[in-house]
């Protein structure tokens, strides 16, 4: 499915578009009322997109017991509707695609249905396919929905992606950005080279996924193509998880890093938040214990901030690891300018009427 101009401009000028949480009840049922005000809050803080069905909305929404993929896509989109209405500013709205190439078609045609900008497409579900058979796989969800290809590190689900399969992926015309999340500095410069070899450096939005080094990645160049031939690419904006809790923070911190690449000052000032922040990133998404902590670390931020009422998740034993709140609460009181704490307080009663 093509990609509009309008489309390709807004993500080549850099948004900040958090991955969408799960708010769920005791009971761990939908919490249509929290999963609205999560919207809401996204949209006031500016966020320039959202991205819902994707890894920190629970890949289990699609479970047939559990059902929740259709109705949280169309909450959302409900949501970012209303505020386009009332606001005239409009968001980019991304859909999490994964499985197989029978499921990823039936969740791309279910977002196109619904209203959704892009699909990001996760391809963990073929861990031995090669990359023929990924860029076939690829091509065929791109027919249904506009990519945003998507490099999901191996420890929550994702597989090794080199060079050849970047390069592949960059000829579909269908490609709108690339959410680059390794957590590796060597594959996300794979990424980087491929998109300056194929030259569509101005086509194409580089989004840092990298939630150890966000700042490091806005505020990098990456070399240019083969042989210098092509301009050096960098990344335009971030689809985070990070950026999930703390929003209207993230989209300061977003406008100071193209500052700085514009007037060339305050990098030194950016880096040091920036390893701050990584250091905030690894308590919220329990890195001493593999990211096994990662969702609920999430909920817990936003639980303290009253925007969810408890930490649950879908899978009863998916929990905080042991020390992982006293690091959540270590990082908090070490770093509050990270935090947005009095922009929710303000507003968080109108987003949860």
């Not at 806005?218 to 950026?243: H, I, K, M, Y």
């Not at 305050?266 to 998404?285: C, K, P, S, V």
Request: charged share 25%; with cysteine.
């Amino acid at each position: 499915m093509a990609v509009s101009e309008l489309l390709r401009a807004a993500l080549l000028r850099g948004l900040v578009i958090p991955a969408h949480p799960l708010a769920l009840t005791a009971e761990r049922k939908l919490d249509e009322r929290r999963q609205l005000a999560l919207t809401r809050y996204y949209c006031a803080a500016r966020a320039g997109g959202v991205a819902v069905g994707v890894h920190t909305t629970q890949f289990a929404i699609r479970d047939a017991k559990v059902g929740l993929l259709e109705p949280v896509l169309r909450l959302a989109m409900g949501a970012v509707r209303r505020h386009e209405e009332a606001t005239g500013t409009r968001l980019v709205t991304v859909a999490g695609v994964c499985g197989a190439t029978r499921q990823a078609v039936a969740e791309a045609e279910l977002a196109r249905a619904l209203g959704y900008d892009l699909g990001l497409l996760s391809l963990g579900a073929l861990p031995d396919a090669t990359n023929e058979e990924l860029v076939a796989h690829c091509q065929r969800v791109a027919e249904v929905l506009p990519l945003f290809g998507f490099y999901l590190q191996p420890a929550v689900g994702g597989r090794v992606l080199g060079y050849g399969f970047w390069r592949a992926l960059l000829e579909l015309p269908e490609l709108a950005a690339i959410k680059v999340a390794p957590f590796d500095r060597y594959r996300t410069l794979e990424v980087a080279r491929a998109l300056a070899d194929a030259g569509r450096g101005d086509e194409v939005a580089l989004y840092t996924g990298n939630d150890d080094s966000i700042v490091a990645d806005l505020l990098t160049a990456f070399p240019a193509g083969t042989g210098g031939r092509e301009p050096a690419v960098r990344f335009a904006g971030g689809l985070l998880g990070q950026w999930a809790v703390w929003t209207s923070r993230a989209v300061e911190l977003l406008e100071r890093a193209r500052e700085c690449r514009t007037a060339g000052r305050g990098a030194l000032e950016l880096l040091a938040e920036g390893a701050q922040l990584t250091d905030a990133n690894g308590a919220i998404f329990d890195t001493r214990h593999g990211f096994a902590g990662c969702i609920p670390g999430i909920h817990e931020v936003l639980r303290g901030q009253g925007l969810l009422a408890g930490r649950w998740c879908l899978d009863p034993d998916e929990e905080l690891s042991p020390g992982q709140l006293e690091e959540i609460e270590r990082v908090r009181a070490a770093y509050p300018r990270l935090a947005d704490d009095a922009f929710v307080a303000e507003n968080r009663e109108r987003w949860l009427a």
